[in-house]
Structure formats: C-alpha cells, structure tokens
C-alpha cells in the first residue's frame, strides 16, 4: 500500500522557517508526483506546491512563490518542503499527497505562524 506520512510542522514566528518532510513508502520514488496541499483555519484545501516524477520539475502556488522550496532526498524516500520568510498567513495543516495513486497522507503536519 502506498503511505505519506508527513511531519516537521511547529509553532514559528513571522520571519521565521520550517522544513516540512513527507516519507513516502509503497511507490517507487523517483516516479512519485507530489503536491503538498494545505488547509488554512476555515478555509478549503489550497495546493501550495508540485514536484513532478523524474524530471523534478516544481511548481508552487503564488502565494508561496519564492518563498517555499520543494525537493527530494531519493535515499531517504522523503520529500521536503522548505518554508522560508513564513508569514501569518501561511498558518494551516500542510499535507503532502502522491498524484498517481491519489494517496494524501493521513495525518497532516500543523504550521502555526505567530
């Protein structure tokens, strides 16, 4: 079965920065397509960022531009999402979700900016 189990979530004050990690198992990594999708207080999930299998391509939101980085470590079969410049606004439970398989991890990871 495929499983995400994301982690690396805290409290962090505005400015500040936060490595969110996703362990993937039950799929071949280096193919694995990952959003991390998030859900703000009262508001509906939000995609945030993609890294596409193989070629490593990214994509983020525009409101994280520039700011959060994706990438993987294919040794570890673990994604990060590196939060920089962290803002207020970016205070939600992040996910981390395969494409393919439509998997979202289960457990989520809280990021709380204040």
């Known amino acids: 079965d495929v499983q995400l189990v994301e982690s690396g979530g805290g409290l962090v004050q505005p400015g500040g920065s936060l490595k969110l990690s996703c362990a993937v198992s039950?799929?071949?990594?280096?193919?694995?397509?990952i959003s991390w999708i998030r859900q703000r207080p009262g508001k509906e999930l939000e995609w945030v960022s993609t890294i596409r299998g193989n070629t490593d391509t990214t994509r983020y939101a525009d409101s994280v531009e520039g700011r959060f980085t994706t990438f993987r470590d294919s040794t570890k079969d673990t994604l990060y999402l590196q939060l920089n410049d962290l803002r207020i606004e970016d205070t939600a439970m992040y996910y981390c979700?395969?494409?393919?398989?439509?998997?979202?991890g289960g457990q989520g990871t809280q990021v709380t900016v204040s």
């Open positions: 979700a395969e494409l393919m398989t439509g998997v979202i």
């Open positions: 039950g799929f071949p990594f280096r193919r694995a397509t």
